[in-house]
């Protein structure tokens, strides 16, 4: 059963773009939400993260939008460029993380000029 | 920055062959994962720990024992190999103190083959 929820499972845009990637979650008591990338051959790098206590999130070119009614959150990509094409994972966690996040299966994300 | 390191890399191994999967963090963090990666399942947790001789088992432990012999060290173990466990593994750790983000900080991965 997959907690946490992820679509689509690729996205493909041009560049200055804004590219939507979202993801839903079951768990009631997840409060911590994630977004990773991770480019080809690398590993997995914390992009951005939001708790409840908000529900916008920016950094840069990168926002989280949050809806703890309907258990869903996104992460919008503004002004889209060649080199943020990877694979995005958004996760989510307890507030007891120590027990690890779950992952969404991933959106890879392609970015062309 | 954190600083996790994973050996081996790369690893081809027959079935039924034994493997261990080797991690170090230097930043004195307590807590520590095994991850696997696959198409199609992003990443899953298998084994976890909150310090040294401390164990939990995560999502997809089948297959797998884990050993936490220090804070730094955390080993993955597949005694019987099979094919289905060909994967890309990744260990990551996290700290646990005041402020803690719960991020997680990444290996550089270890690719498995099992023939």
């Known amino acids: 059963q997959q907690q946490v929820r992820q679509s689509p499972q690729s996205l493909t845009v041009w560049e200055g773009e804004t590219a939507i990637l979202n993801c839903s979650y079951e768990d009631s008591t997840f409060d911590y939400f994630p977004w990773y990338h991770q480019f080809p051959g690398e590993s997995p790098a914390l992009l951005i993260a939001i708790r409840p206590v908000s529900n916008k999130k920016e950094d840069g070119r990168f926002t989280i939008f949050f809806n703890k009614r309907e258990k869903k959150f996104s992460l919008h990509i503004a002004d889209s460029q060649p080199g943020d094409s990877a694979t995005y994972f958004c996760?989510?966690?307890?507030?007891?993380?120590?027990?690890?996040?779950?992952f969404g299966l991933g959106t890879r994300v392609s970015v062309f000029p | 920055e954190a600083a996790v390191t994973q050996s081996p890399r790369n690893k081809v191994t027959v079935t039924g062959g034994n493997v261990t999967l080797s991690c170090r963090q230097t930043n004195s963090h307590n807590y520590m994962y095994w991850y696997r990666q696959d198409t199609g399942h992003g990443l899953r947790l298998i084994h976890y720990?909150?310090?040294?001789?401390?164990?939990q088992i995560g999502d997809v432990p089948d297959g797998y024992k884990a050993t936490r012999t220090t804070q730094e060290d955390f080993f993955l173990l597949l005694e019987l190999a099979s094919p289905s466990q060909t994967s890309l593994y990744f260990c990551?750790?996290?700290?646990?103190?005041?402020?803690?983000?719960?991020?997680?900080?990444f290996g550089e991965g270890s690719k498995l083959t099992v023939l």
């Open positions: 720990s909150y310090g040294a001789g401390n164990l």
């Open positions: 990551a750790s996290s700290d646990d103190g005041q402020g803690n983000t719960g991020q997680l900080y």
């Open positions: 996760a989510a966690s307890a507030y007891n993380y120590a027990q690890g996040l779950t």
